[in-house]
Nanobody, 116 residues
Framework: QVQLVESGGGLVQPGGSSTLSCSASGFTFSIYGMKWYRQAPGKERELVADISYNGGRTNYADSVKGRFTISRDNVKNLGYLQMNSLKPEDTAVYYC?????????WGQGTQVTVSS
């Protein structure tokens, strides 16, 4: 079955960096695009970044453009979200997402807290 497992995150100081990973299994990762979402307390889940199946196309929310980088390794079945210059407003639970044959799948999420 399709499984996504996020890792990374934790407590980061403002201005710091962190890298999230998403381990994919149960499907052919290399033929599907991937997305990262986040959800802050009391807010709706929002799309942060997405990447095409081969990594050739990426898109970012305006709020993270220039600070976050999405990437993937189709040999290792891993997706990444490199986050730099983190701000307190980046605090949220971060989720990776794929849509396989029309069905969306989510990981369990990983908490990122940006605070001094």
């Amino acid at each position: 079955q399709v499984q996504l497992v996020e890792s990374g995150g934790g407590l980061v100081q403002p201005g710091g960096s962190s890298t999230l990973s998403c381990s994919a299994s149960g499907f052919t990762f290399s033929i599907y695009g991937m997305k990262w979402y986040r959800q802050a307390p009391g807010k709706e889940r929002e799309l942060v970044a997405d990447i095409s199946y081969n990594g050739g196309r990426t898109n970012y929310a305006d709020s993270v453009k220039g600070r976050f980088t999405i990437s993937r390794d189709n040999v290792k079945n891993l997706g990444y979200l490199q986050m730099n210059s983190l701000k307190p407003e980046d605090t949220a639970v971060y989720y990776c997402n794929v849509v396989v044959k029309g069905t969306p799948y989510w990981g369990q999420g990983t908490q990122v807290t940006v605070s001094s």
